[in-house]
C-alpha cells in the first residue's frame, strides 16, 4: 500500500513524535478522504497539530488549505523532512 523506507519513518517519528503505525493509519484515512474538502481539512490539520502537539494558528491552517485545494503541495512528501 504504501512504499515509504524506514528511513522516512525514522525522520518523520525523529521530528514529530509520532509512530509508524499512527502515519500509516492516518495515510489510509486520508487516502478515502475528499482533501479538497475545506472542512475536512480542517479536521485534519488539527488532527495532526493534535498528534505532533503542535498548535496550528488559523492564519497557517488557511495556508495550508489553500496550498492544498490550488495543487501547491510538492509531490516529493519525503523533501518535507
Same mark, same amino acid.
Given at each position: 500500500m @504504501?512504499? @515509504?523506507?524506514d528511513?522516512? @519513518?525514522?525522520?518523520?517519528?525523529?521530528?514529530?513524535?509520532? *509512530?509508524k503505525k499512527?502515519i500509516?493509519?492516518?495515510a489510509?484515512?486520508?487516502?478515502?478522504?475528499?482533501?479538497?474538502?475545506?472542512?475536512?481539512?480542517?479536521?485534519?490539520?488539527?488532527?495532526? *497539530?493534535?498528534?505532533? *502537539?503542535?498548535?496550528?494558528s488559523?492564519?497557517?491552517?488557511?495556508?495550508?488549505?489553500?496550498?492544498?485545494?490550488?495543487?501547491?503541495?510538492?509531490?516529493?512528501?519525503?523533501?518535507? @523532512?
Open positions: @504504501f512504499n @515509504f523506507s528511513n522516512f @519513518f525514522n525522520k518523520v517519528e525523529k521530528k514529530t513524535n509520532v *509512530g499512527t500509516l493509519e492516518l489510509e484515512k486520508l487516502q478515502k478522504t475528499d482533501l479538497k474538502n475545506e472542512t475536512t481539512l480542517r479536521e485534519v490539520i488539527q488532527q495532526l *497539530g493534535q498528534m505532533t *502537539g503542535k498548535e496550528v488559523k492564519e497557517k491552517e488557511d495556508k495550508i488549505i489553500n496550498a492544498v485545494v490550488n495543487d501547491q503541495v510538492p509531490k516529493d512528501i519525503d523533501k518535507f @523532512f
